[in-house]
C-alpha cells in the first residue's frame, strides 16, 4: 500500500509495520502478567493487565480493530476479571470499606474492557 497521509499509524506501510511490533510486544508482556497470582498484600495479574488497558491501551486505541491478539487478550482480561468478581468472597477482605472500594474499581475496569471490546470494529 505504501504511503497515504498521517491520520493514523495505517497510513503508512513503515508505521503500521512499527505498530504491528508494539502490539505483539505488549499483548507477550501482557499475557505473561496475566497469569501471575500474587498473596493478599498484592494485586494479581488479571487486575494489573485490566489496569494497564484502562490507563494505557484503550485510551490510545493501540491496535484497535486490527490487532486479533489485543482483542483476545482483552477478552481473557474480561472473563478473568468477571471471575474474581463473582466470585467474591466477603472473608477474604480487612473490612466492608476495603472489599467495596476493590470491587468498584473492579467493575469500573470491567466495564471499560466490555465498552472496548464491544466497540473494536468502530
Keep these: 500500500m ?8 495505517g497510513s503508512s506501510d513503515n508505521a503500521a509495520g512499527v505498530c504491528s511490533d508494539l502490539c505483539y510486544a505488549v499483548v507477550k508482556v501482557l499475557k505473561k502478567a496475566l497469569k501471575l497470582e500474587d ?5 494479581d495479574g488479571v487486575v494489573n493487565v485490566a ?3 484502562e490507563a494505557h491501551i484503550i485510551p490510545s486505541k493501540l491496535g484497535k480493530g486490527y490487532d486479533d491478539d489485543l482483542l483476545k487478550l482483552a477478552n481473557k482480561t474480561l472473563r478473568k476479571l468477571n ?4 466470585e467474591d468472597d466477603p472473608d477474604d477482605w480487612i473490612d466492608s470499606d476495603n ?3 476493590h ?7 470491567r466495564r471499560k474492557l466490555k465498552r472496548y471490546i464491544e466497540t473494536w470494529d468502530d
Design 39 to 43: 498473596n493478599e498484600f498484592n494485586t
Design 99 to 101: 472489599r467495596k472500594m
Design 2 to 9: 505504501g504511503y497515504s497521509g498521517l491520520k493514523h499509524p
Design 103 to 109: 470491587l468498584d474499581a473492579y467493575r469500573r475496569m
Design 51 to 53: 489496569l494497564i488497558f
Design 83 to 86: 471471575k474474581l468478581i463473582d
